[in-house]
């Protein structure tokens, strides 16, 4: 094989790889995964300091593995659309909002 023939082939080769890579990008929910799992140690700082119940602490919990199930649903397909990462969002802040309300036993 001559250095021409090496050339277009490796040319052809990273040109296929930089076309994959968007069906991979898509799947990816680093900011979702770690504010999941932010959340979920904000939980477990509040039942150890004793600011949550048991009760509020499996109600929260239970509200954070929804969240996963929904995660799991959009990711499901290949892609996680924009409408999806916006839904998933808007349940974490929900989420967030109500660890912050047990947590200083507001309403």
Do not use: W, Y
């Not at 990273?14 to 991979?24: E, K």
């Not at 680093?30 to 150890?48: L, S, T, V």
């Not at 892609?79 to 989420?95: C, I, S």
Request: with cysteine; glycine share 6%.
């Amino acid at each position: 094989m001559n250095n021409i023939s090496k050339f277009l082939l490796s040319g052809a080769l990273l040109a296929s790889f930089s076309l994959a890579q968007p069906c991979f990008a898509g799947l990816e929910t680093p900011r979702i995964d770690q504010r999941q799992e932010n959340q979920e140690r904000r939980i477990e700082q509040g039942e150890a300091s004793g600011a949550l119940t048991n009760r509020e602490a499996n109600r929260l919990e239970h509200q954070q593995m929804r969240i996963e199930r929904q995660e799991a649903a959009a990711k499901a397909d290949g892609v996680v659309t924009e409408g999806e990462r916006a839904r998933l969002t808007h349940q974490q802040n929900k989420a967030s909002r109500n660890i912050a309300r047990k947590k200083h036993n507001l309403r």
